[in-house]
């Protein structure tokens, strides 16, 4: 690893009245996979949309390769990519639109574009033989491999997925979580939110785990299994 890519520190996110993430300080490696974990409602969505600008951040900073990340479109623009919670495909376009929409900020030239796409069809070749079919008409799986090929349309650098398996069949999983590791090895950082935490375990370098939007663990994964982090992090957020 070369370096920090992204770096947040001390970073809180509210929604009026209600803070959800508090004083948050994490960072993403060059060629590194993170995985953020943690309960339902300990503010894992709202870092990603903190990281992104997605929500304006009450306090602290976020930088992306020594750049200040400040809203959504500068964030693409420094290789910010997101796939959010649910998938949020545009379901009355076809696969290859919603693929074209995920390009836009790419140079504009068709052929660039085109060959783009040759690639995320080659990383998920059932889209490629859906292309022309409603996105809405998909599979969640296809749905999700989808969410990621659009994303992987801007060429970022760094992909941040928000819950990978939610309402997937293990199998499924299986396949996306097998593809993000070739997209890593290629070169691609990763910070990954996932509710099958042995899953997120199995495949990355080091874990942030939040509770109460409070970062509670920071480590490698064997660390947080030796220090029951990760049983520490839910049974607090059980109590909530």
Known sequence: MNGDLLSARGLSVSYGPVTAVRGVSLKVGDGEIVALLGPNGAGKTSVLRGVTGLVRPSAGRVRMAGHRVDDPARAVALGIAHVPEGRRVFPGLS?????????????????????????????????????????????GGEQQ?????????????????????LGLAPRVVDTLIERLVELNKAGMSLLLIEQFVHRALGIADRVYMLSKGHVVFEGTPAEATKAGAVEEAYLLGAGA
Not at 156 to 161: A, D, E, G, N, S
């Open 95 to 139: 696969v290859r639109d919603n693929l074209l929409v995920g390009g836009w900020a790419v140079s504009g030239h068709r052929s660039k574009l085109r060959a783009r796409q040759e690639e995320v069809f080659e990383l998920f070749p059932r889209l490629a033989e859906r292309q022309e079919q409603l996105a809405g008409q998909l599979s």
């Open 145 to 165: 491999m989808l969410a990621i090929a659009r994303a992987l349309m801007s060429e970022p650098r760094l992909l941040l997925i928000d819950e990978l398996s």
